[in-house]
C-alpha cells in the first residue's frame, strides 16, 4: 500500500511539473489577440503550504504590442477638399501643413457626407448603414441600417485598441449615440466611456455653442466656466493635452490614444474678434474669385492634375457680380468669420500636435489629421443665417439680408448663431460642385488627409494618390500597431471590418489602389465608385425639398481616374457603363442595408412619425424636481404646436427671490417661468427675434406658494401658431400676454430644460446665467400637456 502511494505521489509530481512546463511555454507563446478582453493564464494549482516556500506566478497583465505607436486621430467638421493650405486654400491652417510638409497628404480620400455617419465609419472601419447610422441620429428610423444604435457586434477602434493595453481617449463632438439614449436613464452602452474610451470631454449633440456649450466629462453634464473670455475650441485642447501629460507621467511605456473631434468648423461659427480681425477685407472679391485661386493653387502644388477643369457651381449660387452692394458686405463678413474660426481651431490643434513633440512622443504617434468628416456646409441656404434655428422653423427673417446686416459687427460673437452663405461651400469644395450632404459628388465627400508617423513613414512632403475611403482609418491602424481583427469583443462574435488598409501606399508611392468599391448615400442623394468609374444622382439639394420621385433621378456618369474633379458628364456616350454601375449599387446598398431609401428631413425630427424610441411616446405629463437639469430636447415633454401649463411648487422664504423655476432653450429660442425682485414672469423668447413677456404686478409671498403658467395655443393642427401665456399665483391670475408666433420644430440643437437654472444661454434677457439660479426652494414643477 505504502509502494502504491509512494508511485502515486510521484506520479501527481510528475504531472505538475509538466504543467507547469507546459504554462511557461504558453507564457512565453504568441498572445492570441483575436479575442477580446484577452484571456490571462491558467495556473496549476499550488501544493506547497507555506507562501515563503513558494514562487509567486507574474501578475497577468494587457500590454500593447513591443514599440506600439501612440494613435491620434484629429477630425475637423464641414471642411471640404479646398480648405486647408495644402490644399491650395486661402484659408489658414498651418499645423495642417506642416504636417502635410512632414507626412503624406491624401488626395483621393473619402467620407459619407455628414457628419454622424462619417464619424461612425471612421471609429468602426465599417460602412455606416452596417453601423444603423444612415443619417444623423437626430432623425433615425426602425428601418435597419438608420436606427442611429451601433451594434453589438461591431466594435469601435477605440474598444479593440483600450482592450490591447491602450489608454484611450475622447475630446469634442460625439454625435454617434442615439438622441433617446442621452439622458440620466441611459442606457449609457453607446456613450463614448462604454464604446471604448476611458476618458470623454466633450458634447453629445451634432453641433454646440462654443461659447455655452453643452458639455459632459465621461457620463456627467458639467457647468462650463461663465465667463467672456471662454471658448470650447480652447478648453477641449487644453483638457486633451494635460490628459497626455498626465498619462505619460504615470505610465509613460503605455501608448494612448486620442480622438480629438472639434465641433469646428461647423456652424455656429463662433469665434474671438481678434481672429476675425486678421481676415478683414480678404474675401471682399466674392466667392468666384475665390474658388478659381483655389482651383488655379491646385494646380500649381499638384494636389489635382494640371488638366483638372474646374467643375460648374450649381445652378442656384448666384454669380458674385449679380449680388447687390448689402449682399456683398454681408456674404465677405461670413466668410471673414468662418476663415477666423477655422484659424482658431487649426491653432488649438497645432497646440495638441505641439504638446505631443513637448512630450517627445511625436516621431511614435501616428497620426490622421483629417480636415473635414464632410465637403463644405451649405445648409446656410443662399444667404447664410445670423440664427441657425431660424431655418429649422422656417422663419423667414433669419435670411432677411437687413436683419442680419443688424448683427454684421457681432458676426461670430455670443449675440449671434451664425451660418454662411452656401456659395462659400461651393467655393471651399473646389474644384468639384457640389457640398455637404451630396453623397453622389466628391464636393460632398472628398476630404483632404494628412498621415503623420516620422519612425515609419520614411517619406516626407509627399502627396499619395490611392483611393481611399473613411472606414479605410481603423484597419490601418490595426496594421500599423501589428493587431489583428478582433473575432470576438466582450462575448459578442464580430462583423468582418469592410474597410482596406492604406499602409501600402506609406512605401509604394504608386502602388495601384485596394479600395475599388465604395457605395455613398444621404437622404437620397446616392452614387457608386468602381474601379476608377462613378455614377450618382443628386436627389435632392441641402437647401431644398426633393423634386424627384427616385426612380425619376437622373444619373450621372463619370470617369474619374481621368477627370478629377468630376466636370464631364458621361452618362449618355456609356449608357451600358451606366447601367452596370447602377446595378452594382444596387447590390452593395442590399448588402450594407442601405433600402430603402429614405429622403425625409422635417417628418423625421417627429420621433411618432420616424418610428424611433422616444422617452415621451404617450406622456402627457413630466414631474421634476430641483436640481433636474442639462435635459437635451429630445429628453423633454414636447411643449411645440400644443396647449400646455406649467405648475411650481415653491417656497420662497422669509424674502424676494430671483431665478428660474424652469427654463427650456436659451438666447436663440426657447422659454423661461422665472421669477425677478420676488415678482413671477413668463418670458417666451421666439428664435432671439422677439421676446413675450408676461410679467406678474405684487410680490410673490412668503414661504410656500404655487405659481401657474397656462398657454393657450390658438392654431389647431397648424404648427408654429400663436397663443396666450397666463401667469397665476395661488389661483389667482396676476399677468397675460400674447404670442404671435411659436417655435413649431426645435428650440435648440444643444441647449437643455431643467429646473432651478438656465443652464448655457440665457432665454430672457432679464438675467444672466449665474442670476439664473433661483435663490429659493423649489419642490416640483409638473408640465401638463393639454
Known sequence: MKRRDMFLGMFALLVLSALSATVAMAQKAQ???TELPLKGPWYPPITTLDARD??????????????????????????????????????????????????????????????????????????????????ITEVATSFP????????????????????????????????????????????????????????????????????????????????????????MNDMATKSIEWMRFQQALTPDKPFFVYF?????????????????????????????????????????????????????????????????????LYARQAEVFSAFLDMTDHETGRVIQAIEDMGELDNTLIFYIAGDNGTSAEGGMSG???????????????????????????????????????????????????????????????AMVVHWPERIQAKGEIRSQWHHVIDVAPTILEAIGLPQPRIVNGVPQRPIEGTSMAYTWDYPNAPSQHTIQ?????????????????????????????????????????????FSMSTDLAKQH???????????????????????????????????????????????????????????NDFINVKNTSFEIVAEIDSGDKPVNGVIVAQGGRFGGWS????????????????????????????????????????????????????????????SVASTKIPKTEFSVFSADESAGVGIDMETPVSEEYDRSGSKFTGKIDKVTITLK
Open 145 to 232: 441600417g438608420a436606427t442611429g444604435m451601433l451594434p453589438n457586434d461591431i466594435a469601435t477602434i477605440a474598444e479593440t485598441l483600450r482592450l490591447n493595453g491602450y489608454s484611450t481617449a475622447a475630446y469634442g463632438k460625439h454625435h454617434e449615440t442615439a438622441v433617446w439614449e442621452i439622458s440620466p436613464s441611459g442606457p449609457f452602452t453607446r456613450w463614448p466611456n462604454f464604446v471604448g474610451f476611458d476618458e470623454f470631454y466633450g458634447f453629445m449633440g451634432g453641433e454646440t455653442n462654443q461659447w455655452s456649450p453643452a458639455v459632459y466629462h465621461n457620463l456627467n453634464r458639467v457647468e462650463t466656466p461663465d465667463d467672456p473670455d471662454y471658448h470650447f
Open 575 to 633: 449608357p451600358d457603363i451606366l447601367a452596370k454601375l447602377q446595378q452594382v449599387f444596387l447590390g452593395e446598398a442590399v448588402k450594407y442595408k442601405v433600402l430603402p431609401l429614405d429622403d425625409r428631413r422635417q417628418e423625421l425630427f417627429n420621433p411618432k412619425l420616424a418610428g424611433r424610441p422616444d422617452l415621451m411616446f404617450g406622456r402627457k405629463e413630466l414631474t421634476l424636481y430641483e436640481g433636474m437639469d442639462g435635459l437635451l430636447e
Open 385 to 447: 443665417l445670423y440664427n441657425e434655428m431660424t431655418y429649422f422653423n422656417a422663419e423667414p427673417q433669419g435670411s432677411d439680408i437687413d436683419v442680419m446686416l443688424k448683427h454684421y459687427d457681432n458676426w461670430g460673437d455670443p449675440s449671434t448663431y451664425p451660418h454662411m452663405a452656401a456659395g462659400w461651400a461651393v467655393a471651399f469644395d473646389s474644384p468639384f460642385t457640389w457640398t455637404k450632404q451630396i453623397a453622389s459628388n466628391y464636393g460632398g465627400t472628398r476630404n
Open 54 to 135: 513558494a514562487k509567486a506566478p507574474p501578475v497577468f497583465e494587457v500590454k500593447a504590442p513591443k514599440d506600439a505607436p501612440n494613435v491620434v486621430i484629429i477630425l475637423l467638421d464641414d471642411l471640404g477638399f479646398g480648405g486647408t493650405g495644402a490644399t491650395g486654400s486661402v484659408l489658414p491652417t498651418p499645423h495642417f501643413d506642416k504636417l502635410a510638409r512632414n507626412g503624406l497628404l491624401y488626395n483621393q480620400f473619402h467620407t459619407t457626407a455628414l457628419c454622424s455617419p462619417t464619424r461612425q465609419a471612421l471609429i468602426t472601419g465599417r460602412n455606416h448603414h452596417s453601423c444603423n447610422q444612415a443619417k
Open 261 to 329: 473631434a472639434p465641433g469646428a468648423v461647423h456652424a455656429p461659427h463662433h469665434v474671438p474678434k481678434s481672429y476675425i480681425e486678421k481676415q478683414k477685407g480678404r474675401f471682399d472679391e466674392g466667392w468666384d474669385v475665390i474658388r478659381e485661386r483655389i482651383f488655379e493653387q491646385q494646380k500649381k502644388l499638384g494636389i489635382i492634375p494640371a488638366d483638372t477643369k474646374l467643375a460648374k457651381k450649381p445652378d442656384d449660387i448666384k454669380d458674385w457680380s449679380e449680388l447687390s452692394d448689402k449682399e456683398k458686405k
Open 519 to 563: 457605395y455613398f448615400e444621404m437622404f437620397g442623394n446616392r452614387g457608386i465608385y468602381f474601379d476608377g468609374w462613378f455614377a450618382g444622382t443628386v436627389h435632392v439639394k441641402p437647401w431644398a425639398n426633393p423634386e424627384n420621385r427616385f426612380p425619376e433621378d437622373t444619373w450621372e456618369l463619370y470617369h474619374v481616374a481621368e477627370d
Open 31 to 33: 498572445v492570441d489577440r
Open 673 to 732: 417661468l422665472h421669477v425677478k425682485d420676488g415678482i413671477p414672469r413668463y418670458t417666451y423668447n421666439y428664435l432671439g427675434l422677439e421676446h413675450s413677456v408676461a410679467a406678474g404686478k405684487i410680490k410673490l409671498p412668503n414661504g410656500k406658494s404655487t405659481v401657474k403658467m397656462d398657454f393657450a395655443y390658438e392654431g389647431g393642427k397648424k404648427p408654429g401658431a400663436g397663443g396666450t401665456a397666463t401667469l397665476y399665483v395661488n389661483g389667482k
